[in-house]
Structures are given as structure tokens and as C-alpha cells.
């Protein structure tokens, strides 16, 4: 009970530690994609693209995300989507 | 016209494929037009049959049309990375183009421009690089790792400004695979330098490389054309072996090797 307590402590951190380095990514590509330069832009969405691939990308993590595609495809939607489309 | 086209640029292709990828993760029905767009592929091409057949029933579509193309951008975007980096440098002096078998080279230049966070940051730079270059060939971990990579060329650091440091090299190869040695190689001596760069990424590189990789991507300035090569076709390892085929002493004396840290 003790040694299967401390396996699950262990899981827990390793998962606790991954997200945060998840998290870490993600504010360095949500600066990316929020800079002056194209360049940039383009490599910071690439990145998010990967983090949103990733398991520990949960509903929550995905809805933080949505925010980048739609600050830049918001404005072709209207003009890309068929008529009632 | 049927068909008018939309241009699309690499951000929005970008976007398109985190939209891709979101609305499988929450099982959501991506719209057609985003699919399209994720599909996109190839940097010569870029544009989308447009469904509206009207420019002028529709404006923006109209407006997009006639944004700059996807190259057109991206030359515009380094240029203006270059403009944020680069020193101001004296005009060159007009010179003939290469031959046509210099186009193109096996060789390919990185022209990588860090900038300092603070005065202090830069100090520290000068103090960790000088540190490195004052160490005999056989003890300066950066030599040894190039030596062993056996795909350089040239390399060396140089200080430019008053703020930033250049990484400039000459290698064979792809890219994203020199770039791995680098990280596999001389890791440690990255980590070291980018605590004091602005927007550096995550540390340590052998773990984020992904990061790392694409970092370098954002500061290399490019070559502006084509680099020129004397020697397009010939790799280091052609040329070491060539040189070694050839007594010392037959060369003339300013031709003979000499080994140097970079």
C-alpha cells in the first residue's frame, strides 16, 4: 500500500514536472506568435501546433490555444466560407 | 473570372493547422475552407480558388488578393529582422557575378545574431567567448566539437554594436541536422551564452531542441542571393583529404595549415 502510494507520487510528479514544462513552451511560442515579425509568427504557431499534439494538451490547454488560430483566421473566415457555409 | 484566387500566407496556413489539430484533439468538424488552407503546401505556391466569384461583391477577399505573396513577405520579414540586427555597414564595392558553377554550393552559411540582454549580460558574453577562444585547440570545447562534426567549414563568434554577438559559419549539409550536432556537441557551451541573449529559448537546448532549432532560424540574417563558393562541389571532408594527400612541404608557405580555435 506504502510502495503503491509512493509509485502514484512518483507518476504524479513526473506528470506535474511534464506540464510544467508544457507550460513553459507554450509561453515561449505564445510569444512567438504574438511578435512583430512574420517570421516569428509563423514559428510560434508551428510550435503551438505541436504543444496542441501533445498528451498533456487537455480540453482546457486546447481552448487556450484556440485563442492564436482565431486572432488570424477570424478575418478569412468570413471572406474563405462558401456562401451559408 | 470563375476563380478568382486567394492568396494565403504562411501564418494563416500556420493557424489553419493548430485549427486542424484543435478541433481533432476536441472533436470538433473543421470547416472545409480551414482544411484547405492546412493543406497548403509548397513555398511556391499559395493560392486558393476563391468561392466567391465576385472581387468587388466582396472586399476583403478583393483586398487579400492583392496582399504580397507568401515570398514577398517572407523577404520582407527578414529584411526587416536584418534592419532590427545588423550594424550598419560600409557600401561594398560592385563585383563581377560568379561562375555558374559557384550557384548553389554543397556549402551553406548561417549568419546567427544574438542580442544581449543588458550591458552587464554583454560583458559576460565577451568574458565566456574570449574565455573559450583563449583555450589551446586541444582543450577549447568548441574546436574539439567541430573538429569532430567534421561538416564546418568556418566558424567564429564576433562582437557587433555595442549589444550583440554574431555566430557565423560555413557548413555542409541540411540545416536542422547541423544544428542537432551542435546541440548533441557543444550543448552545454549554448546553454552558457543564451542566459544572457533577449527572447532566447528554453534551456537546456538538448532538451528543448525543437526550440532551440527554431530560435536559430529567427536570428540567422540569411544570405542575401546565393553564398559564393570557390569550391561549390567539395565538402570538408573532400578538402581534408585532398590537403592530406599533399606533403607539407610541397605547399607554398602561406597555403600550409594551421590550426587554430575558431
Redesign the interface.
Known amino acids: 500500500m506504502t510502495a503503491g502510494g509512493a509509485l502514484l507520487g512518483v507518476r504524479l510528479g513526473v506528470r506535474g514536472s511534464n506540464r510544467a514544462?508544457w507550460w513553459?513552451?507554450f509561453t515561449?511560442?505564445a510569444?512567438?506568435a504574438l511578435d512583430n515579425?512574420?517570421?516569428?509568427?509563423?514559428?510560434g504557431?508551428?510550435?503551438?501546433?505541436?504543444l496542441?499534439?501533445s498528451d498533456l494538451?487537455q480540453?482546457d490547454e486546447?481552448?487556450l490555444?484556440?485563442v492564436?488560430?482565431e486572432?488570424?483566421?477570424d478575418?478569412?473566415?468570413?471572406?474563405?466560407?462558401?456562401?451559408g457555409? | 473570372m470563375d476563380n478568382p484566387s486567394l492568396r494565403v500566407t504562411e501564418e494563416q496556413i500556420a493557424a489553419a493547422q493548430l485549427r486542424l489539430a484543435l478541433d481533432e484533439k476536441l472533436g470538433r468538424p473543421t470547416p472545409e475552407w480551414v482544411r484547405r488552407i492546412a493543406a497548403t503546401t509548397g513555398v511556391e505556391s499559395r493560392e486558393l480558388q476563391h468561392p466567391s466569384p465576385d472581387p468587388e461583391a466582396n472586399p476583403v477577399a478583393a483586398r487579400m488578393s492583392r496582399s504580397e505573396d507568401l515570398t514577398q513577405s517572407m523577404d520582407e520579414a527578414r529584411e526587416e529582422m536584418a534592419a532590427q540586427t545588423r550594424p550598419a555597414l560600409p557600401a561594398r564595392p560592385q563585383v563581377a557575378p560568379p561562375p555558374l558553377n559557384a550557384l548553389s554550393p554543397i556549402q551553406n552559411p548561417l549568419t546567427a545574431v544574438m542580442t544581449a540582454k543588458s550591458p552587464e549580460d554583454y560583458a559576460a558574453l565577451q568574458r565566456l567567448v574570449k574565455h573559450f577562444q583563449s583555450l589551446p585547440p586541444d582543450q577549447n570545447p568548441v574546436a574539439i566539437a567541430l573538429n569532430k562534426l567534421g561538416n564546418m567549414h568556418f566558424a567564429w563568434f564576433a562582437f557587433l554594436g555595442t549589444n550583440q554577438l554574431g555566430m557565423i559559419t560555413t557548413y555542409d549539409g541540411e540545416f536542422e541536422a547541423y544544428i542537432n550536432n551542435f546541440i548533441d556537441n557543444i550543448g552545454d557551451v549554448f546553454n552558457a551564452l543564451l542566459t544572457h541573449i533577449v527572447s532566447a529559448p528554453p534551456l537546456p537546448v538538448q532538451t528543448y531542441r525543437q526550440e532551440f532549432i527554431a530560435y536559430i532560424r529567427t536570428i540567422d540574417c540569411r544570405c542575401v542571393g546565393t553564398l559564393y563558393s570557390a569550391y561549390p562541389d567539395l565538402t570538408v571532408g573532400d578538402i581534408i583529404d585532398m590537403a592530406s594527400a599533399v606533403p607539407e612541404s610541397k605547399l607554398p608557405q602561406q597555403n600550409r595549415p594551421t590550426r587554430k580555435p575558431w
Request: charged fraction near 35%.
Open positions: 514544462e513553459r513552451r515561449w511560442a510569444d512567438l515579425s512574420p517570421v516569428k509568427r509563423v514559428v504557431l508551428k510550435l503551438l501546433t505541436k496542441a499534439q494538451a480540453r486546447c481552448l490555444l484556440d492564436f488560430q486572432r488570424v483566421l478575418e478569412l473566415s468570413h471572406d474563405t466560407k462558401p456562401p457555409g
